[in-house]
């Protein structure tokens, strides 16, 4: 009897979805991470590769960032065997950054099975970050089985409902968001009417000028809800944010940097630091995207996200693990 | 040694079954004779196959993970649920009464299949 494996299935050339041709597309595109600069509230971008030739004062603030995301400790499979050693280069990338980032943000899946023991590890490995200061919202894969509680127990201290929660730092106004919990069938992401009665409360006392961060794990705009890349009532949570002058969005999920501006609000997806994940539609499905050893890290990242208060300006950086 | 080949011939017959007719969804709805009969489910690339499976009331559906990618299989009004299967997990379920039981992943909410218990 054979017993089929994912590794002998993608070694089909007509099973993984990825022609040749799609492939390097898939690397083209992966090779552009990006650094965002807002200026006056309006986001710029600029390719990653143009980062390294950049000025350390053009990357000067004074509040700077990283955003890691869906580690998916645990995860053993050949699209990403090593996913101890690649968030362990992410967290190297962050210990070399020209300046050092105030805390670091984790969007979700941080494990893969809602194991105690994978969250043991990341925690262990941010232990050697040059913040201890660590954010996190959960992605679906951090409260598998139990509802988000051992989640709760772990990360939720000060937050509210399933652990959704905010914090001011240096004039700009953060709020971590929870879109992985009480999916219902056909959906998306679901924030529910409890976070959003929150939400709307937590940010009606602030002026319209103070620049608002929102994280959530799942993007909070339709990136392809075919794949259940969307959050079926963010558009009712981005209501609440329309009176802001600059609000940037923050999510993972997607396992690839992305970023769109509607608005007054700038939307970005984070790469993974575990393993990348395909184009919208441009696989039968959006599972593990397995590329050569040597490209992988290419496709993996972190997100530098620097404030300069004075000059109003929020500069994203995504950048890969090589 | 006796107690792996058992299984293992087991294993083979339920393929047989399974891989004997044209039609997944025909095969499943006109299982053998026995009435502790098993129907697999197959969970790939994000997706259930067969999407629709009809069957006499008390079957067995065996759900099989073949994505690198836990998921689960829950009852659309919570009838059964699964833990979280990791790749090459299993759930099974046996439907006692006749009915359709819409279900989904609650991971990844847009795989959505049912199961028509006659």
Redesign the interface.
Known sequence: ?KV?T?EQRFDEPDNDGIDRRGFLKCMAWAGTGALCVIKGGVLNSYAFGRVAGMRSHELQGDLSFVQISDSHMG?D???SPDVIGTLKAAVNKINALPVAPAFILHTGDIS???KPEEFDTVDQLLKSASTQDVFFVPG??DV??DEGKQYLERYGKGSQGSGWHSFDKNGVHFAGLVNVLN??????GSLGPGQLEWLEKDVQHLSKSTPIVVFAHMPLWSVY????WGTEDSAQALSYLKRFGSVTVLNGHIHQTMQKVEGNITFHTAASTAFPQPKPGEA?????MKVPADKLRTLLGVTDVNYVRGKHSLAVVDSNLV | MMKTRARMSGVAILLAVLTAGPMPNILAATPPANSSSEVAVKIDNFSFSPATITVPAGTTVRWTNRDDIPHTVVSDDKVFKSKALDTDEAFTYTFTKPGTYGYFCSIHPKMIAKVVVQ
């Open positions: 009897m089929e994912k995860f499979k050949a699209a893969h099975l809602s679906e894969h598998l089985n999916l219902k069938a056909g959906g998306l809800p075919e794949w259940g039968p499905s959006p599972g593990p």
